[in-house]
């Protein structure tokens, strides 16, 4: 996990991520009862049109900045989470 966050924080990705939640990712990793899941460990990202709970989904536009946050996960992104993602 650390280094892909390394390499995410360079500036080689300034403009690959919209929003980060590296600390999220961290405290995720860290927790001893997701290390037996599928996922654990592994960084993953998520794409704007996905929803994710408490994130606005932009889908890449300026014009939804404005509109309210997710109140759930998507179906895709509760699956990467129950397994450790």
């Given at each position: 996990m650390?280094?892909?966050l390394?390499v995410?924080r360079s500036?080689?990705c300034?403009?690959?991520?919209?929003?980060?939640?590296f600390?999220?990712?961290q405290?995720?990793a860290?927790?001893p009862?997701?290390?037996?899941k599928?996922?654990?460990?592994l960084?993953?990202?998520?794409?704007d049109l996905f929803?994710?709970?408490?994130?606005?989904?932009?889908?890449g536009?300026?014009?939804?900045?404005?509109?309210?946050?997710?109140v759930?996960?998507?179906?895709?992104v509760?699956?990467l989470?129950?397994?450790g993602?």
């Amino acid at each position: 996990m650390r280094s892909c966050l390394e390499v995410a924080r360079s500036g080689a990705c300034d403009k690959v991520f919209l929003h980060t939640m590296f600390e999220q990712a961290q405290s995720v990793a860290a927790d001893p009862s997701r290390q037996h899941k599928p996922l654990a460990g592994l960084a993953v990202s998520v794409k704007d049109l996905f929803d994710i709970e408490g994130q606005v989904t932009g889908a890449g536009s300026r014009t939804r900045a404005g509109d309210a946050p997710a109140v759930r996960d998507c179906s895709a992104v509760s699956r990467l989470r129950a397994a450790g993602g």
